[in-house]
């Protein structure tokens, strides 16, 4: 199956400094990846929604001057936390989203998020 | 908005014993529905996706179940084994839209 695979699994960090992570889709090519946030005990929320070669769409309440987003290439996405905080520690998961053709005589397109395994920040 | 319901927050079972979980949204129109396995400290892994055409999708002990008219999703897991604990998590897609809804989850434990 297709594989999401992210960098650093996990990372500490002063306060005020900048930390960047990696969201790799590994045998398949995404145009559209996906950057979730997961506090404890919460579910998923999204951050921002990344397409190849365009800018990041970022949710109501993401600040996009602290959140970076870029998607250069078809196979890879990076968050950078700018002047992170304590309350920037959290888990971050990123996901990719794929499409496929299936059916005779007719075309169905199936969409389906391969997440990857996430990454913890802590902020100090 | 959409909004994702998991029932209940948090189950205990002996091994063997078969469940539901249950999963209700407030928006019909979806794209499609999708259940995945969070263990603790880890990303999720996809269990099972029901196209909003597709009333149910089966994988080994797995069976959801998808009922668009009454916002309802149900993931039942037979024969339950120590090794199913986890959180599970159920998200649904609308359709025009790349954005994924998640339910708050049901955690799992299975007593050996």
């Known amino acids: 199956g297709a594989v999401v695979s992210q960098h650093p699994s996990w990372v500490i960090c002063k306060s005020g400094t900048s930390v960047k992570i990696e969201c790799r889709s590994l045998?398949?090519?995404?145009?559209?990846m996906f950057w979730y946030r997961q506090f404890p005990k919460q579910s998923l929320m999204l951050m921002a929604t990344?397409?190849?070669?365009?800018?990041?769409?970022?949710e109501q309440g993401v600040e996009k001057d602290k959140f970076l987003i870029n998607h250069a290439s078809l196979t890879l996405s990076t968050l950078t936390v700018t002047s992170a905080h304590p309350e920037d520690s959290s888990f971050y998961i990123c996901?990719?989203?794929?499409?496929?053709?299936?059916?005779?005589?007719?075309?169905?397109?199936?969409?389906?998020?391969?997440f990857g395994p996430g990454t913890r920040l802590t902020v100090t | 908005k959409q909004e994702v319901t998991q029932i209940p927050a948090a189950l205990s079972v002996p091994e063997g014993e078969n469940l539901v979980l249950n999963c209700s949204f407030t928006?019909?129109?979806?794209?499609?529905l999708q259940w995945f396995r969070q263990d603790p400290g880890k990303g999720l892994t996809s269990l099972l996706l029901?196209?909003?055409?597709?009333r149910e999708q089966t994988s080994g002990r797995l069976n959801a179940s998808l009922d668009k008219s009454s916002g309802r999703s149900t993931l039942y897991i037979a024969a339950s084994q120590p090794g199913d604990s986890a959180t599970y998590l159920c998200?649904?897609?609308?359709?025009?839209?790349?954005?994924?809804?998640f339910g708050t989850g049901t955690s799992l434990t299975v007593i050996p």
């Open positions: 996901s990719a989203s794929s499409f496929g053709l299936s059916g005779t005589g007719n075309i169905k397109i199936t969409y389906e998020q391969y």
């Open positions: 045998d398949f090519q995404a145009t559209t």
């Open positions: 990344s397409n190849e070669g365009s800018k990041a769409t970022y």
């Open positions: 928006d019909s129109a979806i794209y499609n």
């Open positions: 029901i196209q909003s055409s597709q």
């Open positions: 998200a649904v897609r609308l359709r025009g839209g790349n954005q994924f809804y």
